[in-house]
């Protein structure tokens, strides 16, 4: 079997609904679908078993007790039977076309280990802008540096299982985290194979928020995310390292200080975490800096940033 699409789901049934609607439609003999649910109900097994299944097309629904999204994710790519494994959030949809685009990329490059396979807003904004140009490369580094941030987005992902299975060990030390699945990516990407970055995108992405069970957004995007990469500092320069983290970084104290003025929380636990861990980037001491101002301040700093960015002075 070519090609497995993994898919975890928890209690979305009119989202996956939409999801398999559109991507069923696409496929052909050598592909499987693979769907993990982990909702209370039935009515997402209700939804998935009235879809229409093509001929030559397995398709694998089965359920679990809830374990969060980072061990239903690494569960149900174990279960994928294919060379290539592709996951996809059960919020998301796939573009009309998209399918056959990425088989013809598999076809034509059998050495290929990674392709990351882009997406567009609501809005019609493009994830990667890249001039209608694919990108291929043996460079891991490469891939990482041009992805940036958007290396996250579970949807996008699709890889050789062979080259990710030694990452599983990483991986499911970090369940809990929100980022496990980047344990199995950045194993493949550190391997220097054949990979691929489309222009054009695969996936509509229909952002959802998300159940965080307890932790804040800190701890996931400023905390979690920093544990995970640095878990491959020696299998990668130490500049795409840096690059990454300092980008990521760069969103997530500009969040501690947006939700401070708002009044929803104090920074001052987040002060200490963030010197223990970004001590070395200059934004840091910007970030507490601003953190030991008095809040009226900062929030007055704050709307003049707005209307400078709004205005573009």
């Known amino acids: 079997m070519l090609l497995s699409i993994c898919i975890p789901t928890l209690n979305r049934p009119h989202q996956i609904g939409r999801l398999l609607s559109g991507l069923l439609p696409q496929l052909s003999e050598g592909i499987e679908v693979v769907v993990r649910d982990d909702s209370e109900g039935d009515e997402t097994e209700r939804m998935v078993s009235s879809q229409v299944i093509p001929e030559g097309v397995v398709m694998t629904y089965y359920r679990k007790k809830r374990e969060g999204?980072?061990?239903?994710?690494?569960?149900?790519?174990?279960?994928?039977?294919?060379?290539?494994?592709?996951?996809?959030?059960?919020?998301?949809?796939?573009?009309?076309?998209?399918?056959?685009?990425?088989?013809?990329?598999?076809?034509?490059?059998?050495?290929?280990?990674?392709?990351?396979?882009?997406?567009?807003?609501?809005?019609?904004?493009?994830?990667?802008?890249?001039?209608?140009?694919?990108?291929?490369?043996?460079d891991g580094n490469q891939v990482v540096r041009l992805l940036g941030n958007r290396i996250g987005l579970l949807s996008c992902f699709l890889f050789r299982k062979e080259d990710a299975s030694s990452g599983f060990p990483i991986a499911e030390r970090y369940v809990g985290s929100y980022w496990s699945i980047l344990g199995l990516i950045f194993e493949v990407l550190s391997k220097q194979g054949l990979c691929a970055i489309?222009?054009?995108?695969?996936?509509?992405?229909?952002?959802?928020?998300?159940?965080?069970?307890?932790?804040?957004?800190?701890?996931?995007?400023?905390?979690?995310?920093?544990?995970?990469?640095?878990?491959?500092?020696?299998?990668?320069?130490?500049?795409?390292?840096?690059?990454?983290?300092?980008?990521?970084?760069?969103?997530?104290?500009?969040?501690?200080?947006?939700?401070?003025?708002?009044?929803?929380?104090?920074?001052?636990?987040?002060?200490?975490?963030?010197?223990?861990?970004?001590?070395?980037?200059?934004?840091?001491?910007?970030?507490?800096?601003?953190?030991?101002?008095p809040r009226t301040l900062v929030t007055a700093l704050y709307f003049i940033f707005k209307r400078v960015s709004r205005y573009g002075i």
């Open 69 to 138: 999204v980072d061990a239903a994710t690494l569960d149900v790519v174990k279960m994928g039977k294919g060379a290539y494994i592709w996951t996809l959030g059960d919020d998301d949809e796939v573009v009309n076309g998209a399918v056959e685009r990425i088989l013809e990329v598999l076809r034509q490059n059998p050495t290929l280990t990674f392709m990351w396979t882009n997406y567009s807003n609501t809005n019609g904004a493009v994830g990667l802008q890249l001039n209608g140009n694919d990108v291929y490369c043996t």
């Open 198 to 293: 489309l222009s054009k995108p695969s996936i509509l992405n229909n952002p959802t928020p998300f159940d965080q069970g307890g932790s804040n957004g800190f701890e996931v995007f400023g905390v979690n995310y920093f544990r995970i990469i640095k878990e491959f500092r020696s299998k990668f320069h130490r500049g795409t390292i840096r690059s990454i983290l300092k980008r990521n970084f760069r969103y997530v104290w500009r969040g501690v200080i947006v939700r401070w003025i708002r009044g929803y929380e104090s920074p001052k636990r987040k002060r200490v975490m963030m010197l223990r861990l970004y001590w070395s980037y200059p934004e840091c001491w910007i970030a507490i800096l601003l953190m030991l101002l």
